[in-house]
């Protein structure tokens, strides 16, 4: 069974940074891609970067030059990636969220971490 977990998130003033994680573990192979979202309050959730397992390649949708995501481990029943986010505002505010794509096992969602960035 796949578990995904998120973690790093809490309060930071505006200008700030902060590095979340996400684990992928529970099954022994297959897992493709891991992929950060965010959901501010009152909107959609949204994508911002994704890292193709055993790829060097990453993907930055947005706030690019802001968000970087990296991968920091890997083994076939447990990958981690982090997403570094530098120069925090206000509007980035949200709950975030990882997703960690298998083939022939689906996505699977973490619970989320909130982000609250204000003075």
């Known amino acids: 069974q796949v578990q995904v977990e998120e973690s790093g998130g809490g309060w930071v003033q505006p200008g700030g940074s902060l590095t979340l994680s996400c684990t992928a573990s529970g099954i022994e192979a297959g897992i493709y891609a891991m992929i950060w979202y965010r959901q501010a309050p009152g909107k959609q959730r949204e994508e911002l970067a994704s890292?193709?397992?055993?790829?060097?390649?990453?993907?930055?949708k947005i706030a690019q030059g802001r968000f970087t995501i990296s991968s920091i481990s890997r083994d076939n029943f447990k990958n981690t990636v982090t997403l570094q986010m530098n120069n925090l505002q206000p509007e980035d505010t949200a709950v975030y969220y990882c997703?960690?794509?298998?083939?022939?096992?689906?996505?699977?969602w973490g619970q989320g971490t909130q982000v609250t960035v204000s003075p």
């Open positions: 890292r193709l397992i055993g790829d060097t390649a990453t993907y930055e």
């Open positions: 997703n960690a794509a298998y083939v022939g096992h689906g996505r699977h």
